[in-house]
């Protein structure tokens, strides 16, 4: 069982730029897809943006698309989701996942992943 440990949240004003990393306990993270959600109370957990287990297939939310970036480095078992020009609808704790499937592409929905970190807090001021 992978287990995920997200950090680099916090309080940053709008249009500011933030690095978010998850931390994978597991030998085999370069046969995982990954991907990033987030919530906000009294919503559903809404897809951010996903990325293959080698890198070479990404997916992003329309939301963010432009503005955030995902990578990984499979050696450090790490999944990154750089976030530019942020704006206060942004605002929401976000989660790491990871899919074991092994299967091409990435998945956007919450289904597609088997693991899940405990989740980071993003807060973009206006």
């Known amino acids: 069982q992978v287990q995920l440990v997200e950090s680099g949240g916090g309080l940053v004003q709008a249009g500011g730029s933030l690095r978010l990393s998850c931390d994978a306990s597991?030998?085999?993270?370069?046969?995982?897809?990954m991907g990033w959600f987030r919530q906000v109370p009294g919503k559903e957990r809404e897809f951010v943006a996903a990325?293959?287990?080698?890198?070479?297939?990404?997916s992003y939310s329309d939301s963010v698309k432009g503005r955030f970036t995902i990578s990984r480095d499979n050696a450090k078992s790490t999944v990154y989701l750089q976030m530019n020009s942020l704006k206060p609808e942004d605002t929401a704790v976000y989660y790491c996942?990871?899919?074991?499937?092994?299967?091409?592409?990435?998945?956007?929905?919450?289904?597609?992943?088997?693991?899940w970190g405990q989740g980071t807090q993003v807060t973009v001021s206006s």
């Open positions: 990325i293959s287990w080698n890198g070479g297939s990404t």
């Open positions: 597991v030998l085999t993270f370069g046969r995982y897809a």
């Open positions: 996942a990871a899919d074991s499937r092994q299967i091409p592409g990435v998945g956007t929905r919450r289904t597609a992943y088997d693991a």
